[in-house]
């Protein structure tokens, strides 16, 4: 009975109503969206981190060269001399160092040379089929084979560099022979290779080996157990270059001397992941806290919104009030009735604002997916925060409909109906 009346009351004033709902829905749409998408950011960056100390590439933006090769979200900032690389990746200090190499694409998919052991990293193992061992193998990421519809045997033309767009190398081809399983990490949207794929399919052929040859020595490497002899001197003809360097320290002194002693003593850098990581995350946390302000003072004008409403309505419908209390309503009823209209409000527009909210995480996704395929899951439930939301949008009503609600309860029937 009193929700029916308070639904009446409601649409008694169908502008006031709406204004209130509209703003209180902007108000949870923006704050759920800003719970998402933080927590999901701050999970997707911060799952991708594991067993990566180090990251060595060319010189350039720190950000840059983790946002690439950590990531895959960024062109890379150059590339670096194999054999200069090749020191620090044999350093006894270097748990595992996994080489990277760049520079060629399939409809949109970064293929990346590197060796077995950078599958590892996210620890996910292979869905059907077999690792890749030789030139021209690839393990698709669980995505990337999903969205591209590759399958185990299927071969493709990769183009050159990060777009879409480039030109295609008609000289060599990849056949797939592994599919990965799913991991909710960037290994999810890319083509994986050995690195002798990426200098075969680019003319940097060492000289006096054959491509079996550079196989053996990735592997030979990841596995650490090079031969002294294989790299006891340093060629000067060796043209072959990589990308980037994801090492695992074992000694934590290299994470401060190395990346020192790499900037002064060579043309590479090295940044740490974390340090960067959490750059970024102080500069977009900045943005976050002033859209979360914004919708604070949404929610705060909504409070005030719906105490004019009900304010309002109570001044105008006093009369009724004071019939609805002969018929044998009480103090208590009336009390009821102001508070049950405000909690209406604000439960529909949290329901509405939460559904806004995930709609721009939806969109937002959509457009991350594309440029970086980086996507999140708007159906996720941050059973914490949205509760401290839910309940502090029912604290609004309740503040508001407060004074409305003890005119109500104090009404004075007598002074009303001789007034009228």
């Known amino acids: 009975m009193i929700a029916k009346v308070a639904l009446r009351n409601m649409a008694h004033k169908p502008l006031n109503t709406v204004l209130s709902l509209l703003l209180l829905?902007?108000?949870?749409?923006?704050?759920?969206?800003?719970?998402?998408?933080?927590?999901?950011?701050?999970?997707?960056?911060?799952?991708?981190?594991?067993?990566?100390?180090?990251?060595?590439?060319?010189?350039?933006?720190?950000?840059?060269?983790?946002?690439?090769?950590?990531?895959?979200?960024?062109?890379?900032?150059?590339?670096?001399?194999?054999?200069?690389?090749?020191?620090?990746?044999?350093?006894?200090?270097?748990?595992?160092?996994?080489p990277l190499a760049y520079g060629d694409n399939y409809r949109g998919f970064r293929i990346v040379g590197t060796v077995p052991k950078y599958a590892e990293l996210y620890g996910e193992g292979l869905k059907s089929g077999k690792m890749f061992s030789r030139p021209g193998e690839v393990v698709a990421g669980f995505q990337a084979a999903q969205k591209l519809g590759l399958k185990l045997g299927d071969?493709?033309?990769?183009?050159?560099?990060?777009?879409?767009?480039?030109?295609?190398?008609?000289?060599?081809?990849?056949?797939?022979?592994?599919?990965?399983?799913?991991?909710?990490?960037?290994?999810?949207?890319?083509?994986?290779?050995?690195?002798?794929?990426?200098?075969?399919?680019?003319?940097?052929?060492?000289?006096?080996?054959?491509?079996?040859?550079?196989?053996?020595?990735?592997?030979?490497?990841?596995?650490?157990?090079?031969?002294?002899?294989?790299?006891?001197?340093?060629?000067?003809?060796?043209?072959?270059?990589?990308?980037?360097?994801?090492?695992?320290?074992?000694?934590?002194?290299?994470l401060v001397t190395w990346p020192r002693m790499v900037s002064s003593q060579t043309s590479m850098q090295m940044a740490s992941p974390a340090v960067e990581v959490n750059r970024l995350f102080t500069l977009f946390g900045f943005g976050l806290t002033a859209l979360r302000y914004m919708a604070y003072g949404i929610m705060l004008i909504s409070a005030i919104s719906i105490f004019v409403a009900l304010f309002s309505t109570l001044r105008e419908r006093k009369y009724e009030f004071a019939l609805m209390r002969i018929s044998g309503a009480g103090r208590g009823q009336m009390l009821a009735l102001v508070l049950v209209e405000a909690m209406l409000l604000c439960v529909t527009g949290f329901i509405l604002g939460t559904a806004l909210g995930r709609i721009g995480l939806l969109l937002i996704s959509r457009a991350t997916e594309a440029e970086y395929k980086i996507s999140f899951d708007p159906f996720a439930v941050v059973w914490g925060q949205e509760g401290l939301l839910f309940a502090a949008t029912l604290g609004i009503g309740i503040l508001s409909a407060l004074i409305p609600a003890l005119m109500a309860y104090r009404l004075n029937i007598s002074k009303t109906l001789a007034n009228a």
């Open 155 to 254: 071969t493709f033309r990769g183009s050159h560099g990060s777009d879409h767009g480039g030109e295609v190398h008609e000289e060599g081809a990849y056949t797939v022979v592994g599919i990965a399983k799913e991991s909710g990490k960037v290994i999810d949207n890319l083509l994986l290779c050995d690195v002798p794929t990426v200098w075969q399919m680019h003319g940097h052929q060492h000289v006096g080996e054959t491509e079996d040859a550079h196989g053996d020595e990735a592997h030979r490497h990841d596995e650490h157990a090079h031969e002294d002899e294989s790299h006891g001197h340093v060629d000067e003809t060796d043209t072959r270059e990589i990308t980037a360097v994801l090492f695992k320290i074992r000694n934590k002194m290299a």
């Open 25 to 98: 829905t902007a108000g949870v749409g923006i704050i759920t969206l800003l719970i998402l998408l933080e927590r999901q950011f701050e999970k997707q960056f911060s799952g991708n981190l594991d067993n990566i100390d180090l990251v060595m590439g060319a010189k350039g933006s720190p950000l840059q060269l983790i946002l690439s090769s950590v990531y895959q979200m960024d062109a890379p900032t150059g590339n670096i001399p194999y054999t200069e690389a090749l020191s620090y990746m044999e350093n006894p200090f270097a748990q595992s160092a996994v």
